[in-house]
């Protein structure tokens, strides 16, 4: 590197729950950092105001429950978990306003320049570019909820979205790709559309690209209120990236596996990085990344074995590969193990529990559960992915129909179809005697 000084050991461009912890991360090994946050309350506002949703029942009474959200809401914005004056007390600037790359890699600000030897982009950075409909943030500065609501966007999030908002309104959800859920197994995109639809989810596949597209053309023909487009990452094009030799790409950025772009001081996670923007994936990769930007390590994100959880009435747990990324990756040798399994007590005819198991000889490549506890369930396996981690739920006590019940009966399938030591040793002497009694015919 060259010789000048430097402000910061780390700036963390963000804002959402995994910059912040990033942060305090950072600054408890002793490095000095900067957070940048210019959308710090907007991440806020989306996430409660899904958790408010996900949470409120709204049967009766609707224009007071829905005040009583907006309140709850409010207040929690106003407290924020770690807090700017929180993370101050721990040594770390944070800074509410947004930046730009300019050459020989410092940050303008609005008043001053700031210089860092590292940097990390990270999720929550900016807000998404205006269009046509309500951002969710937005959404709780309504009086009241609209009863009938488009919900535009692709991936885990537009469906989180949806599902919350169904428990209030009709809802509409217009997809921007041709299926639920493009990169999950596609028994989980199965059972995800289904348990859509029985919500009373009206599903309507884009065959555009963009939001823009999609609400001048499909929303134009629906009867509703409200439309409610939910973007499946955060604006970054504003750091004026290019100045430091990184080419924009459409919706991504790319990097190396250590998660280091082709600057070699600036390392990203999150949404930047395209595919299924999730809270864990986020998480997982920033952990990473933060162990290489600080000490320059050269660990590696191994997506193979990452975990993510979707919240709907059966919520999803995935980790590792789906069946048809494994039968890409290792052929023949995939086997498939799986299980099903009604709920004896269910709010809604959708309810169900799932387990699949993705096999290649003695390892499993993937877990894929669907049912309650399945977030829960799959961060548990993640942790310690073997058979040991299954057998410790099928060991203890659980109530038929639910989803340690599947587990159970897609484990026991697998260990019914395992090869077991000496069981050759048995075949070859019982086809050893058949064969010597035939002989003596």
């Known amino acids: 590197m060259a010789n000048y000084d430097t402000d910061y050991d780390l700036a963390i461009l963000g804002g959402g729950m995994s910059s912040r912890l990033a942060a305090c991360t950072a600054a408890q090994k002793g490095a000095r950092v900067a957070l940048i946050a210019p959308t710090w309350q907007i991440n806020d506002a989306i996430r409660l105001t899904l958790q408010a949703l996900c949470s409120g029942n709204l049967t009766t009474e609707l224009r007071v429950s829905w005040a009583s959200l907006r309140d709850?809401?409010?207040?929690?914005?106003?407290?924020?978990?770690?807090?700017?004056?929180?993370?101050?007390?721990?040594?770390?600037?944070?800074?509410?306003?947004?930046?730009?790359?300019?050459?020989?890699?410092?940050?303008?600000?609005?008043?001053?320049?700031?210089?860092?030897?590292?940097?990390?982009?990270?999720?929550?950075?900016?807000?998404?570019?205006?269009?046509?409909?309500?951002?969710?943030?937005?959404?709780?500065?309504?009086?009241?909820?609209?009863?009938?609501?488009?919900?535009?966007?692709?991936g885990a999030a537009a469906l989180e979205w949806a599902y919350a908002l169904s428990r209030h309104s009709m809802v509409t959800l217009v997809l921007l790709e041709q299926s639920v859920l493009p990169l999950a197994d596609r028994d989980i995109q199965r059972l995800v559309e289904a348990q859509l639809r029985c919500l009373g989810i009206e599903i309507v596949f884009s065959s555009h690209g963009s939001a823009m597209g999609a609400n001048q053309l499909e929303i134009s023909k629906i009867d509703v209120d409200l439309q409610l487009v939910v973007s499946p990452s955060y604006d970054w094009k504003t750091l004026a990236l290019e100045n430091v030799g990184i080419a924009l790409a459409e919706s991504s950025i790319p990097v190396n596996r250590y998660l280091q772009t082709c600057c070699p001081q600036l390392y990203v996670s999150g949404g930047s990085l395209g595919g299924e923007n999730r809270t864990e994936l986020t998480q997982q990769e920033t952990t990473i990344a933060l162990?290489?930007?600080?000490?320059?390590?050269?660990?590696?994100?191994?997506?193979?074995?990452?975990?993510?959880?979707?919240?709907?009435?059966?919520?999803?747990?995935?980790?590792?590969?789906?069946?048809?990324?494994?039968?890409?990756?290792?052929?023949?040798?995939?086997?498939?193990?799986?299980?099903?399994?009604?709920?004896?007590?269910?709010?809604?005819?959708?309810?169900?529990?799932?387990?699949?198991?993705?096999?290649?000889?003695?390892?499993?490549v993937g877990v894929h559960l669907v049912g309650k506890d399945a977030s829960t369930l799959i961060v548990a396996f993640a942790n310690r992915p073997c058979l040991q981690t299954l057998d410790q739920w099928i060991t203890t006590s659980f109530k038929p129909g639910t989803l340690q019940d599947a587990v159970y009966q897609a484990v026991e399938q697998w260990q019914c179809s395992r090869w077991r030591e000496g069981q050759w040793r048995r075949d070859w002497a019982e086809n050893w005697f058949n064969f010597r009694r035939s002989m003596s015919m």
């Open 72 to 154: 709850w809401v409010h207040y929690q914005c106003e407290h924020p978990v770690l807090s700017p004056a929180v993370l101050g007390s721990q040594g770390i600037d944070v800074i509410l306003e947004s930046a730009n790359f300019e050459p020989e890699l410092r940050l303008r600000l609005k008043n001053r320049y700031l210089k860092a030897s590292r940097y990390l982009l990270t999720d929550g950075y900016g807000l998404p570019k205006s269009m046509a409909g309500l951002l969710p943030h937005q959404l709780i500065q309504l009086e009241t909820i609209p009863h009938r609501i488009a919900v535009i966007g692709s």
């Open 291 to 364: 162990k290489n930007v600080l000490f320059g390590r050269r660990h590696v994100m191994h997506y193979e074995q990452a975990f993510y959880s979707i919240g709907l009435l059966s919520s999803i747990g995935c980790w590792g590969v789906t069946e048809h990324q494994a039968g890409v990756c290792y052929g023949h040798g995939v086997r498939i193990f799986q299980a099903s399994c009604l709920p004896e007590t269910a709010e809604n005819v959708a309810q169900t529990n799932f387990c699949k198991l993705i096999t290649l000889g003695q390892r499993i």
